[in-house]
T-cell receptor
Framework: KQEVTQIPAALSVPEGENLVLNCSFT??????LQWFRQDHGKGLTSLLL?????REQTSGRLNASLDKSSGRSTLYIAASQPGDSATYLC??????????FGTGTRLQVFP | GAVVSQHPSRVICKSGTSVKIECRSL??????MFWYRQFPKQSLMLMAT?????????EQGVEKDKFLINHASLTLSTLTVTSAHPEDSSFYIC????????????FGPGTRLLVL
């Protein structure tokens, strides 16, 4: 059974810091991995999707890497801003249709 | 990116009533939609996978007679919570897969249900 864990569970940093959020999964036979952002009480916004054959994806200040063999992905946020404050979720998909979500990292960036 | 809408965004109802939640993909066709439930400070739990034109597939432990799903068109899926009880109060989120974009999954804004 696939289990997805995110570390840390919560993070509070001053504005401007570079951040690394970690995601680990127990079954390396994944189809793709997706990072999402969820603002409080809201739905999810897709940030980045990495196919199993890819090593990383970049979008603006965000960079996500994937090491499938070790069951890890990291989301790197450069020059963090207060507007980045949200919960970040990673999710993996196997060959079935299901997305299995991680436990989430609650990020707070203060001015 | 693609847009998924949900209606209503918030609903309060009395115990025993039924509530219908709509999920629409606005600018793409989605043969597959998903319904999730999220309790406070917890991650999303998949309830069921909704396939256009066929019966939904429910996850273990989710009562199909309690949570009725209808995926009548390529852009609309509905979730009906029948005979709602206070323990059904939760945040319900739908998602649709856009097969044109590496099968990225897009999520709706969620519906907060409060059963009194």
């Amino acid at each position: 059974k696939q289990e997805v864990t995110q570390i840390p569970a919560a993070l509070s940093v001053p504005e401007g810091e570079n951040l690394v959020l970690n995601c680990s999964f127990t079954d390396s036979a994944i189809y793709n991995l997706q990072w999402f952002r969820q603002d409080h009480g809201k739905g999810l916004t897709s940030l980045l999707l990495i196919q199993s054959s890819q090593r990383e994806q970049t979008s603006g200040r965000l960079n996500a890497s994937l090491d499938k063999s070790s069951g890890r992905s990291t989301l790197y946020i450069a020059a963090s801003q207060p507007g980045d404050s949200a919960t970040y979720l990673c999710a993996v998909r196997r060959n079935t249709d299901k997305l299995i979500f991680g436990t989430g990292t609650r990020l707070q960036v203060f001015p | 990116g693609a847009v998924v809408s949900q209606h209503p965004s918030r609903v309060i109802c009395k115990s025993g009533t039924s509530v219908k939640i709509e999920c629409r993909s606005l600018d793409f066709q989605a043969t597959t939609m998903f319904w999730y439930r999220q309790f406070p400070k917890q991650s999303l739990m998949l309830m069921a996978t909704s396939n256009e034109g066929s019966k939904a597939t429910y996850e273990q432990g989710v009562e199909k007679d309690k949570f009725l799903i209808n995926h009548a068109s390529l852009t609309l899926s509905t979730l009906t919570v029948t005979s709602a009880h206070p323990e059904d109060s939760s945040f319900y989120i739908c998602s649709a897969r856009d097969h044109r974009v590496a099968e990225t999954q897009y999520f709706g804004p969620g519906t907060r249900l409060l059963v009194l």
